[in-house]
């Protein structure tokens, strides 16, 4: 077994609540969010599920953790997570769902806003139609998540987010503004293009804020033929890898469709992340600044305080056979 992950072997209890706890911890909250969703959209309801998932997340890794060591402080990065949440509480991720929804609302200002290039299918059944508008949103979440990862001059505000050394619920909130507005923004057009109305901004932002405590929580589970639908943590681990080529993959938010549909999903079959070293930034890690106020100014002082301009080694290398290709 992979250095570091707990050992369930022998607990049937173990097993059994490794393949229920996330239909328990997200499907189920979310279904009931969707039916019994107030009239007018509510930021209010919205943050309520956001504590829910907090909750949740919170309690599952406390049952059911996937790695014994990921439990503990790493070079500080507790407090570094708290200050993230509790005092740029409107600039980092944990205000995603609502800065989505404040753009949805002012597109959508009037109305059926004129962007809108479809009519959205509100004769279908409730779900079928969260299902329809997770699948639009995603549409743009994924292309901006890629790009934040191919170019250097947004790497530098995304790298916030990959610098973390262990995943946990904790840290699933820890970004830099500039990244998640946007998230918010990609969300925000694809709904509108889609004629979405707005209780589907809303669903959305419940899925999103109980979803991506599960996407990176310290929490052993499995999800099967699921992981060809959402972007889980058995997925996105993979996406925090140190090797470039495992990172460069798996970049659904809440869904892994578009993953599927342009050839980025990544899920090995024969070895295991290494859960004690391969998260992180690679070499970058060393100089990489440790604090809030670090994160938070880096983006703007790049060369200064981490010196690379790649995100991993084997980025560049692959960077420079592209180019040659194009060239030849």
Known sequence: MNEGLCNYEGSTFRTILTWIAYPIGVLLPFTLGVYFRPEEPSA??????LLLGFTIAFTFEK??????????????????????????????????????????????????????????????????????????AEFGVYWEHRWFHTK?????????????????FLNALQSHFFDLIWVGVAIALGLTVFGAPEEMAMIVAIFT???????HGNIRYKLGWMNYIFSAAELHR???????????????????????????????????????????????DATF?????????????????????HYYPDQKKKQEAKAAAANS
């Open 238 to 284: 993979w996406h925090h890898s140190v090797r470039y080529q495992d990172a460069d993959s798996n970049y659904g938010s809440n869904l892994i469709v578009w993953d599927l549909v342009f050839g980025t999903y990544n899920l090995p079959k024969d070895r295991e992340l290494d859960v004690v070293g391969g998260i992180g930034l690679g070499r970058d």
């Open 152 to 168: 250097h001059y947004l790497w530098r505000f995304h790298a916030v987010h990959h610098c973390v050394r262990r995943l946990t």
């Open 44 to 49: 209010g309801y919205v943050a309520f599920f």
């Open 289 to 309: 600044p440790k604090t809030w106020w670090g994160q938070l100014i880096v983006p703007f002082f790049w060369e200064k305080m981490v010196g690379n301009r």
């Open 63 to 136: 049952i059911q953790p996937h790695c014994e060591k990921w439990k503990r402080d790493h070079d500080g990065d507790t407090k570094t997570s708290l200050m993230h949440i509790f005092f740029t509480t409107t600039l980092t991720q944990a205000i995603t769902p609502f800065v989505m929804m404040s753009i949805y609302w002012l597109l959508n200002a009037d109305g059926r806003s004129s962007l809108a290039l479809v009519s959205w299918p509100t004769e279908w059944p409730i779900m079928a139609q969260a299902a329809l508008a997770l699948v639009v």
């Open 209 to 215: 804020v109980l979803h991506g405590k599960w996407q």
